[in-house]
């Protein structure tokens, strides 16, 4: 059994290295195209670079259509060499066979998260970097962009706390600003629930001033507005504390949390997440639904898994586009993986030696 196992992971392995590589380089030449169209400079190092930080993330995209297109490779392989014949001769049923197949698409799901979590976001942090030197101007700015928990230092003595802070809007919640002496005694403390930030001032509201510039008169008192002169550049602050796009799932997980908690909207986030993590497990998915059909030597069976490939691939990412915007819950795309796991399922269980 073990050395039937490692026959079928070894043929596996063998059509997904061919597969892969070939879909990799035609998506990396399509790409290759289109910033050679849009390049304002042609730099053979920086086109390189520009490829080879891509690649993560179209192996992301490659690698279930592979690992599919791996399954059907095989399934020819052992009905055309007439090698599925002993196999099942020795008592060992389809259904058999593809729980031990569904280890391979397991491993490759585990492989996604790796370089989702781990490799992705770097890598697409590179890209942008790559990408405005080739177009020769900044890199464009993200449509959904925030920070949160953080310290920025306005000068030699003065420092604000931030809980969060919408680029976009210029706004922000639970605002701390601390300023010191020249022997870095605090002077000064100002806090808000929120505040927004203006030209030369920050606007803050439902807040507090303790003023110890003197340490024999102690002043504190509260508002409802005030606005504070002192000036904060956002496109220096956005530098300041690095932000970083979410890319990985934990990323976008964490990001639909902060967004939720401080009123902010978290489609973005939460449709990002969600499909993400329905294209992690999409190898497996797809491999349980096309499988019952392979082994069939009618074409309208082999039409039906290549139909359903189709269709789950764009259907998830309609609803994806359709849960950024609220339309449908942003749940519904691993919905999607739970349906073709049922069919699936369904179809495994009736697949019986007959039908070959």
Known sequence: M?????YLYKKLTVYLLVVLPSFSFVAVLAELIE?????????????????????????YYILPISAVIAFILLAKDLIESKEIYPILLNGISLKSLATKLFIFPLFLSFLQ????????????????????ILKNRPPEEEKYLFAYNRWITLDSKSYMYFRFLDFNKREGKDL????????????????????KIKGRSILIQNGKII???????????????????VAVDIKNLKKLVKVKKPVSILQLYRSAVIAEKFGYPAGYYWSKFYSKLATVFSALIL??????????RKKDKLFIAFA?????????????????????????????????????????????????
């Open 308 to 356: 359903s490939i189709i269709v789950y691939w764009y259907g998830t990412a309609f609803i994806a586009s359709m849960a950024e915007s609220g339309a449908v819950p942003y749940i519904t795309v691993l919905f999607v993986d739970l349906v073709y796991l049922m069919v699936g399922l369904f179809f495994l269980s009736k697949l019986r030696f007959s039908e070959l």
């Open 287 to 296: 491999s349980i639904v096309v499988f019952p059909f392979l082994w069939s």
């Open 35 to 59: 910033v050679l169209r849009k390049a304002k400079q042609l730099d053979i190092y920086y086109l390189s670079l520009y490829i080879l930080y891509q690649l993560p993330e179209k192996v």
């Open 2 to 6: 073990r050395i039937l196992d490692r």
């Open 113 to 132: 998260i790796i370089n989702l979590e781990l490799i992705m976001p770097t890598a697409k942090k590179e890209v942008e970097k790559v990408y405005s």
């Open 211 to 229: 003023d110890l510039s003197d340490i024999f008169s102690f002043n504190y008192r509260r508002f409802k507005t005030f606005d504070f002169p």
């Open 176 to 195: 701390i600003f601390i300023q010191f002496d020249e022997n870095y005694n605090p002077v000064l403390r100002i806090e808000g629930n929120r505040f």
